[in-house]
């Protein structure tokens, strides 16, 4: 558990990325950024004010990291023509833009925009809507990408799980698609098998949902959810051909060798798989917290997928470990959409 922690911290240290931390006037987060910087994780840049940082957390040495202030800051007229120029169609003034991009998280969304930065982090004392819509406005979504997504990368409890072979499973989406469709669908298997891939070092084998395995269950007097999911496969075979993916399966089916023998005999994935895709959020979201609290997993995330840059959300609960992982996280899939 702790080693794939520490691995991915140290994964991101090689690269030498900068992310940017938009809550300055959070204490956790002025924490992290001193221990980012000390640990060599990432170059930090702080949006926030020096004498309120400071007073919020006196005993905290900043040394090595980036304080800027938008609202001081030379870079704030700058950052204001970016956000003109991509939000003047939806009637943004030039005006209404410097007055916007004063905001500590618009200002980091639009560092990122910028090329400043590698990578955003926020959300320690923000909403994920008042996080991700920076993001949506002026990062918005990767080239072919229709959603944002998300995914929790679930690591193995310390005396391992005999189902959990690799140390590490994927999770998706668990927190912001409430009823995907079905190529919406396809597409966070897509992003969760490059997240497997690049954040926990897996060989993506993809398992999509279901309370059916092959067409075993019909729900189609009511939602019609199975079917859903047998043309999700359809569509992720299309966008992602080399993928291994497979469904529609029940969760044990995709897990268990000797289940999936019974009632998936021909597939390649069931009873191997380690990306799990969800069909919805309530089953995606009661999914991974069972695994956190009774299987005890933990729970590296929600990780951000779909974005043209990195962008991350915190959870307003979030430890200062949690905050240092999240920017780790993030500087590696800086580094993966660099290659």
Same mark, same amino acid.
């Given at each position: 558990?702790?080693?794939?922690?520490?691995?991915?911290?140290?994964?991101?240290?090689?690269?030498?990325?900068?992310?940017?931390?938009?809550?300055?006037?959070?204490? /956790?987060?002025?924490?992290?950024?001193?221990?980012?910087?000390?640990?060599?994780?990432?170059?930090?840049?702080?949006?926030?004010?020096?004498?309120?940082?400071?007073?919020?957390?006196?005993?905290?040495?900043?040394?090595?990291?980036?304080?800027?202030?938008?609202?001081?800051?030379?870079?704030?007229?700058?950052?204001?023509?970016?956000?003109?120029?991509? /939000?003047?169609?939806?009637?943004?003034?030039?005006?209404?833009? @410097?007055?916007?991009?004063?905001?500590?998280?618009?200002?980091?969304?639009?560092?990122?925009?910028?090329?400043?930065?590698?990578?955003?982090?926020?959300?320690?004392?923000?909403?994920?809507?008042?996080?991700?819509?920076?993001?949506?406005?002026?990062?918005? =979504?990767?080239?072919?990408?229709?959603?944002?997504?998300?995914? @929790?990368?679930?690591?193995?409890?310390?005396?391992?799980?005999?189902?959990? /072979?690799?140390?590490?499973?994927? @999770?998706?989406?668990?927190?912001?698609?409430?009823?995907?469709?079905?190529?919406?669908?396809?597409?966070?298997?897509?992003?969760?098998?490059?997240?497997?891939?690049?954040?926990?070092?897996?060989?993506?084998?993809?398992?999509?949902?279901?309370?059916?395995?092959?067409?075993?269950?019909?729900?189609?007097? @009511?939602?019609?959810?199975?079917?859903?999911?047998?043309?999700?496969?359809?569509?992720?075979?299309?966008?992602?051909?080399?993928?291994?993916?497979?469904?529609?399966?029940?969760?044990?089916?995709?897990?268990?060798?000797?289940?999936?023998?019974?009632?998936?005999?021909?597939?390649?994935?069931?009873?191997?798989?380690?990306?799990?895709?969800?069909?919805?959020?309530?089953?995606?979201?009661?999914?991974?917290?069972?695994?956190? /609290?009774?299987?005890?997993?933990?729970?590296?995330?929600?990780?951000?997928?779909?974005?043209?840059?990195?962008?991350?959300?915190?959870?307003?609960?979030?430890?200062?470990?949690?905050?240092?992982? =999240?920017?780790?996280?993030?500087?590696?899939?800086?580094?993966?959409?660099?290659?």
């Amino acid at each position: 558990m702790a080693s794939m922690l520490d691995q991915i911290k140290k994964n991101a240290a090689v690269l030498g990325k900068t992310v940017v931390l938009c809550e300055g006037e959070d204490k /956790r987060v002025i924490e992290a950024a001193a221990q980012i910087t000390k640990e060599g994780i990432a170059k930090v840049v702080l949006v926030g004010n020096a004498d309120e940082c400071s007073r919020i957390a006196p005993e905290v040495d900043l040394s090595g990291v980036t304080l800027i202030d938008p609202l001081t800051s030379e870079a704030t007229a700058k950052y204001a023509d970016i956000l003109y120029e991509a /939000r003047k169609d939806k009637g943004m003034t030039p005006a209404l833009a @410097f007055e916007a991009a004063k905001d500590r998280t618009m200002f980091g969304a639009l560092m990122l925009k910028a090329g400043d930065v590698d990578g955003y982090v926020s959300g320690a004392c923000h909403s994920t809507a008042n996080t991700l819509r920076p993001g949506l406005q002026v990062i918005k =979504t990767a080239p072919g990408s229709e959603i944002v997504s998300s995914c @929790f990368v679930m690591i193995a409890p310390e005396n391992g799980n005999k189902y959990c /072979r690799d140390g590490a499973f994927v @999770f998706a989406d668990c927190a912001l698609n409430i009823c995907p469709t079905a190529k919406q669908l396809a597409e966070i298997a897509v992003s969760s098998a490059a997240t497997a891939k690049n954040i926990a070092g897996l060989d993506p084998k993809v398992a999509m949902l279901s309370f059916s395995t092959k067409g075993s269950g019909n729900d189609a007097k @009511f939602n019609n959810t199975v079917a859903k999911v047998q043309e999700a496969v359809g569509i992720a075979h299309e966008i992602a051909p080399e993928l291994n993916l497979d469904g529609e399966f029940q969760f044990d089916a995709a897990l268990v060798p000797t289940v999936a023998a019974i009632k998936a005999p021909k597939s390649n994935i069931a009873g191997q798989a380690n990306v799990f895709v969800f069909p919805d959020i309530n089953a995606g979201n009661i999914g991974y917290k069972i695994a956190e /609290r009774l299987g005890g997993f933990i729970a590296v995330g929600p990780i951000c997928q779909g974005f043209a840059k990195p962008l991350n959300d915190l959870s307003r609960g979030c430890s200062v470990e949690d905050i240092v992982l =999240t920017v780790a996280v993030t500087a590696l899939q800086s580094g993966a959409q660099n290659k």
